[in-house]
């Protein structure tokens, strides 16, 4: 019995190491081209060149010693220090940190992971690192390398970067893609007990960033609930700020709140605790003064600081906030808050609305921001209903009302919440 037990053992830790070095194709074939190299060339003395492209496009079981031979021809630094059961408790760690909203966890581990290059585990690390980090080009670019060692991850791995490829696709803005892929991953045998929770979160994002209020209703519920059965309490409080951001945009009151949600934040989430209090008129000054300055929530905040002064004759807050805006590095995957004021300020009322057009209504169709879409529709409406031309003006609202319906239609298969049927005979 301990002979079998003893010979599983092996051979199970066997399959995990062959596993675990089947994701270095790609970057070996990288490596090597970036040193001008052959297969040939590289697989002199070791093994054959055909023994290289197989290892290359990840079809065969890698060899430990012929692995540590190549990389050293290739000049790369490999240590056994990092071994297949150290990779797997790192992979746990990362998943369960973020699963509990643990960032600074995250943080650690793809801290620890830095110098490994070559395996799927600790790539699924860096992923959800850069999704806690929500920088877009990272995440797209580590999504698309692991999409291509699918056929190297076991059932687990299989699952677990589904749910980061969703959690990506969220962080980047594209919530309708995000909903597309967790309904497609729950129908599958891949979507864990362990995940139930976190899927209904990221489902309660996307579907109130596409307009589907009811839905996220009722995923905010789920999740709490399950959140509240772990003792989870900063995913608690984060859900807390997804349900006002909702009640807002439906011009809802937002929940009365004490600043105990403030104790359990992490600081991103504390800067959109304080630009909702601020758009719902909870004194806005203090309330902006509070995001950090390196914050991408800081620019919106003082773009709305400055209408409050523009509005209220404060012409001395409105120079100050004027002054920070304009001083804020700007973001490629960001509005230019700053540029809007200035457009704003112009006093031509004809470039505004054609701005608003040009840069506005893209920017918030990309993002699925239905807030920002009314926002700007009704500016530019407003501004057409002003010169008497009020047949363009019905055709914005019917399209801004037509984007949103696409959108719930793609991805919901319902109507947006509350969303009427256009009247297209009121154009005559």
């Keep these: 019995m301990v002979f079998r037990f003893r010979k599983d053992v092996a051979r199970r830790r066997a399959e995990k190491i062959r596993y675990f070095f089947r994701a270095v194709g790609m970057h070996i074939r990288k490596r090597r081209k970036a040193l001008k190299m052959t297969q040939e060339s590289l697989s002199k003395g070791i093994c054959s060149n055909t023994y290289i492209s197989k290892m290359e496009t990840n079809s065969i079981a890698v060899n430990e010693d012929s692995l540590m031979l190549v990389m050293e021809r290739m000049e790369l630094s490999y240590s056994l220090e990092m071994n297949v059961d150290e990779q797997l408790n790192l992979f746990d760690r990362a998943l369960d940190a973020f699963l509990a909203g643990n960032y600074e966890e995250v943080e650690k581990v793809g801290y620890e992971v830095r110098n490994v290059t070559f395996a799927i585990l600790t790539d699924l690390c860096r992923l959800v690192r850069d999704i806690v980090r929500g920088s877009a080009k990272d995440i797209v670019s580590a999504t698309d390398n692991l999409s291509r060692c699918l056929d190297s991850m076991d059932h687990h791995a299989f699952g677990v970067f589904m749910f980061y490829a969703a959690a990506g696709l969220v962080a980047i803005d594209r919530p309708g893609d995000a909903i597309d892929l967790l309904e497609e991953f729950e129908t599958t045998e891949y979507a864990s007990i362990k995940l139930g929770p976190m899927i209904q979160y990221l489902k309660a994002v996307g579907y109130g960033r596409t307009g589907r209020y009811g839905k996220a209703y009722d995923a905010i519920r789920a999740a709490e609930t399950a959140f509240l059965n772990q003792k989870n309490y900063r995913r608690l ?12 945009v439906q011009g809802h009151p937002i929940a009365w709140d004490d600043g105990s949600l403030l104790e359990v934040l992490d600081p991103c989430f504390r800067d959109r605790y304080h630009l909702l209090r601020a758009k719902a008129n909870i004194d ?6 509070l995001i950090r300055p390196a914050s991408r929530h800081r620019g919106e905040g003082l773009f709305l600081i400055a209408g409050f002064c523009r509005k209220s004759g404060d012409e001395a807050g409105f120079r100050v906030a004027s002054d920070e805006l304009n001083a804020i590095e700007k973001r490629a995957d960001a509005l230019d808050y700053a540029k809007w004021l200035e457009r704003l300020g112009a006093g031509d009322e004809v470039a505004y609305k054609d701005y608003l057009i040009a840069e506005v209504l893209p920017y918030a169709e990309q993002i699925c921001d239905f807030s920002l ?21 019905l055709q914005y609202a019917i399209k801004a009302r037509r984007f949103m319906r696409t959108v719930a239609k793609a991805f919901c298969g319902e109507m947006p919440d509350e969303l009427p ?4 005979s009121k154009i005559e």
Excluded: W
């Design 237 to 248: 409080a984060e859900l807390a700020v997804i349900r006002m951001e909702i009640d807002q």
């Design 421 to 424: 049927e256009d009247d297209e």
């Design 373 to 393: 879409l009314n926002r700007a529709t009704d500016q530019i409406t407003a501004i057409l209903v002003k010169r008497k031309r009020y047949k363009d003006a």
């Design 284 to 289: 806005p000054k203090t309330e902006v003064g």
